[in-house]
């Protein structure tokens, strides 16, 4: 079946430090995969996403790698600052059949001062 | 432009109570889906819809029912509510493929809580 699996639970950081988020997937059929950034008591939010042909992509601050090999992605944020504390969500998408957006279990990131 | 609105915030059912979930919208987003997150848990999606008039099962739609008779509106139905459906929902709405990326947006959640 399709799942998408986080290693780590919870990540604590410095701020200033960069933060690595890891992700492994099962279903390589996928066509995107995405991050989502969730804080307390709200919805999640759209960070980046990596179509499945391509294995780096930047953005502001973000940088989200995929290896398909592996069936890893992750989400690398440069310069972590207090507001990046959050659980974040690693997703994939797929465009034919279903449809569906699945998430994975997630991981809380905390920035020490 | 408000997004995806849901109401209510916050809910208490008895067990064997009935509720409707109201997931609305003003993007004009085709998609629209329906998740539940239990707590320290990622989302599991219980129904979607791909447009007005259609509606499909996700991982998790026993005991819930949609519908979607317009582009706007996607409520989520609860018929005899059970304490295993005490959650976090969200709805949230996204572009066709092809057509403004993979972002689904979401809606701030609607606690539910059957005692």
């Known amino acids: 079946g399709e799942s998408v699996g986080l290693h780590l639970p919870t990540l604590s950081v410095q701020e200033g430090d960069n933060s690595i988020i890891n992700c492994a997937y099962s279903?390589?059929?996928?066509?995107?995969f995405i991050w989502y950034k969730q804080e307390s008591g709200k919805g999640p939010q759209f960070i980046i996403d990596?179509?499945?042909?391509?294995d780096k992509r930047q953005g502001q601050r973000v940088t989200v790698l995929l290896n398909k090999t592996v069936k890893h992605l992750s989400l690398q944020i440069a310069a972590t600052q207090p507001g990046d504390s959050a659980v974040y969500f690693c997703a994939e998408k797929y465009y034919g059949g279903a449809q569906k957006l699945v998430f994975g279990q997630g991981t809380r990131l905390t920035i020490n001062p | 432009n408000a997004g995806v609105t849901q109401t209510p915030k916050f809910r208490i059912l008895k067990i064997g109570q009935s509720m409707t979930l109201q997931c609305t919208q003003d993007m004009n987003h085709n998609y629209m889906y329906w998740y539940r997150q239990d707590p320290g848990m990622g989302l599991k999606l219980i129904y979607y819809?791909?447009?007005?008039?259609?509606?499909d099962k996700g991982e998790v739609p026993n005991g819930y029912n949609v519908s979607r008779s317009t582009t706007e509106d996607f409520p989520l139905r609860l018929e005899l509510a059970a304490p295993s459906q005490t959650s976090v929902y969200f709805c949230?709405?996204?572009?066709?493929?092809?057509?403004?990326?993979?972002?689904?947006?979401f809606g701030q959640g609607t606690r539910l809580t059957v005692v």
């Open positions: 949230a709405s996204s572009y066709p493929p092809g057509q403004g990326g993979t972002e689904a947006f």
């Open positions: 279903n390589s059929a996928s066509d995107y």
């Open positions: 819809s791909v447009g007005a008039g259609i509606t």
């Open positions: 990596i179509r499945s042909n391509m």
